[in-house]
């Protein structure tokens, strides 16, 4: 397993590290750098300033869009995603797009998928997507029948790691220690507690679906690759995009891609790809950083650090959970691995 | 009005809601100053010609050196590349080779016969350049391009002053300079050898001339009193390296040969004699630290087997022998002596402690004024003070390189031109400085630089081939590529891919992005994801 999503190419100024490259071939540039993008999150929705779920969709939907040759049709959960995009009477979306319950969207998605093979238009494809909330609580009954079946959907969490859209409440995709309106950072155990949660890709790598990916708004390259990796296969497949919230986070606007960088770059979130259950590839760490820094680019992490003496003990334990994720999906390969 | 249960208004889109409104600050693109091209004493857009070699466009490159410099393959190979002392890169892993790029511009386009137009109408006024030193070459240049008829009138018998007789043929060429001179005189420049300007005014008026500009240099010698009783073997650096130029026969120096003084030019005496096969002794007063050579040059004539006695005076010659007096540095760095003497064996003693300016010509000129050291005082449009004559290159107050003379050149020339038109030439204000904090550096791919070939030693010890090889093609390609285009869109969509609200707009290769204002909420994540540092935030008005 030391195979990444893409061909990284190695130099020419910023190789493969940019969204474009003028030095490039056409195909070694993203979906994003095209004039011609299909924009299917478009201009004028609400998200907030810096907002990375609005980009994770952007960024996925468009590398769909190309991949499918436009025939696409996106089910959406309730979220923040449906929230501004689409306050009556306005869409920001450029593709056909449904939205039913919060937890439902897995389920609609298979109907539609079912709908579409019955009426002879099975070229036409169908993603769902939501938030973290709508996929490892709420949705998750409604997903794991859609995994179990095998129904020919992609479906994608932007996660956010908490409820944004009615303020900040915990989900279980909340990291342990993060602050949110229901794990305030007091008592004993400030913050989220270590040893709850989901880890959702590794729940749908147990349905042996076809393909399972995870994903970051700072790795463009790798992102799209996935996207388009799961859009030539057929059958139940799971990619989860980790988009920072510089509300939820307390982290700042402009800072939006910096964070989702360190947190891949300090193990916390991994990004590897698998296939009927077994990962088969990583994305290797380029730049080690500890997970302090990663933790100091936001406000729900503040009290880890507060007054005269860091949280140590906390600060360790997040540590060796990156460390964990570093043995389990080999993210750091030797030097001559490098890019 | 036939709609479904409870839907009252048509779909519309998100586009009519101008999410700008939000923004307390707004993205703006700028350009910068990259390092490299505010170190360029020629002012050089070094970054610019690099992003067209970075696409193989070399034509272009060359071009766009040129609009400053119309020497790039002798500055390829005699400039002491200060952009490379200042590139941003060089806190990444090691500066980029920008040097070996303009060498292999350079050379490519002696090899293609490129040249350069002037597409100025004639403006029918007549400068005189006395001197044709590479100050005297690029005011020339400059001139002819701007419009202008130019004759140069050198006293000696060739054209290149300092580029042929004080830099050695190892480390340049003569063919070079001979082909990058010719290009200049194809401009339609007229070149006068062997011509001595002993009256500036008179040679005006009879030549109908407009303006001038003086570049003699700086040729004498500087000499110190050395007591000699046996009248030893005595030289100076400048009229040995004269002679190694114009003689036919190499000066005879003797087996062992000592060399006074610690610049550039002492070890170009030494490196010069170890290849006719003498001995090469340094003696220098200071330390190598304080060794005002630049410390490759000490490395090569180190390698080459030259060598050099720090802190030491010299205070006898005698007939095979030199007694020099120890030396050592006080609190502030200076060497005083310590009264400890010794003798080192020596033939010939070659003085390299300097130049100074024959001002014989000049001080006849009414008006021009000379600082207490011995140079032509200019204003900082680069006139005496007799109207209408300027000066430039190491004849006024500055350091001394062929480079800071190419600038002086140019910058006369913008100056010479705008004197000519009756108007004041202005230069256009400079850009905040590209610093390296800047950048985002994470976007940059790891790559090492590409070295140039050197000869190996045996042939350095022996011959005057050129000690440094050039960059092949695609070296040459790949170290181009290394440029960070500190300060200056490079064009990697990095803006345009980042934006959550699709407010950059991509105007297609070449033309660069905008913001679309309807929609930027501000938020930031283009200034701060773009690599080179080409995007700033700018409070609005509210």
Known sequence: ?339 | MNKPFAITLDVGSSLVNHTGSWRTSRPLYVDRLPPCNNACPAGENIQSWLFHAEEGNYRRAWEEIMVNNPLPAIMGRACYHPCETSCNRAKLDSAVNIHAVERFLGDLAIKEDWTVNVEAPPSGKKVLVVGAGPSGLSAAYHLARLGHGVTIMEAGPVAGGMMRFGIPTYRLPRAVVEAEVQRILDLGVELRLNTKVEDIAGTMKDGGFDACFIAIGAHLAKRVDIPAPDAGHILDAISFLHKMETEAEPPKLGRRVVVYGGGNTALDVARTAKRLGDEAVIVYRRTREKMPAHDFEVEEALDEGVTINWLRTITQIDEGSITVEKMELDASGCPRPTGEYETIAGDTVVLALGQNVDTSVIARIPGVTMSRDGVVEVSPNMMTGHQGIFAGGDMVPSERTITIAVGHGKKAARHIDAYLRGAAYQAPPKHELASFDKLNTWYYSDADKMVQPALDLIRRRTTFEEVMGGLDESNALFEARRCLSCGNCFECDNCFGVCPDNAVIKLGPGNRFAFNLDFCKGCGICAQECPCGAIVMIPEDI
């Open chain 1, 1 to 339: 397993m030391t195979e990444q999503s893409y061909q990284r190419v190695k130099f020419y100024q910023t190789g493969t590290l940019t969204v474009g490259n003028r030095l490039l071939d056409e195909v070694n540039r993203t979906v994003q750098a095209s004039m011609s993008r299909s924009n299917a999150l478009t201009s004028g929705h609400r998200a907030c300033q810096g907002c990375g779920e609005a980009l994770g969709a952007r960024y996925a939907l468009d590398a769909a869009m190309r991949a499918t040759d436009n025939q696409l049709v996106a089910v959406n959960a309730t979220g923040c995603l449906e929230v501004f995009t689409t306050p009556y009477p306005e869409t920001s979306w450029q593709l056909p797009w449904l939205h039913s319950l919060f937890g439902n969207a897995a389920a609609v998605a298979s109907g539609v998928a079912a709908a579409l093979r019955v009426t002879g238009r099975s070229h036409v494809r169908v993603i769902a997507q939501g938030g973290d909330g709508g996929t490892t609580d709420i949705g998750f009954g409604c997903l794991s029948g859609m995994f179990e079946r095998n129904d020919d959907v992609l479906y994608i969490c932007y996660d956010n790691q908490a409820y944004m859209n009615t303020g900040v409440q915990r989900s279980s995709a909340t990291p342990p220690t993060a602050r949110t309106a229901t794990t305030p950072a007091v008592g004993p155990e400030p913050g989220n507690i270590f040893g709850s949660g989901k880890d959702l890709p590794r729940i749908a790598m147990a349905h042996g679906i076809p393909y399972v990916g995870t994903a970051s708004v700072a790795d463009l390259h790798d992102l799209e690759a996935k996207v388009t990796r799961a859009m030539g296969l057929h059958g139940a497949r799971y990619i989860h995009i980790l988009v920072p919230c510089p509300l939820g986070w307390g982290s700042d606007p402009a800072d939006t891609i910096r964070v989702a960088r360190l947190a891949t770059e300090s193990g916390l979130f991994p990004l590897f790809e698998a296939e009927y259950g077994e990962v088969t590839a990583s994305t290797p760490i380029r730049r080690q950083v500890p997970v302090e820094e990663y933790l100091r680019t936001q406000q729900r992490f503040a009290h880890l650090f507060k007054g005269d003496s860091p949280d140590v003990e906390r600060i360790a334990a997040l540590q060796r959970a990156a460390d964990r994720n570093i043995r389990t999906y080999h993210l750091l390969r030797s030097a001559g691995d490098e890019r």
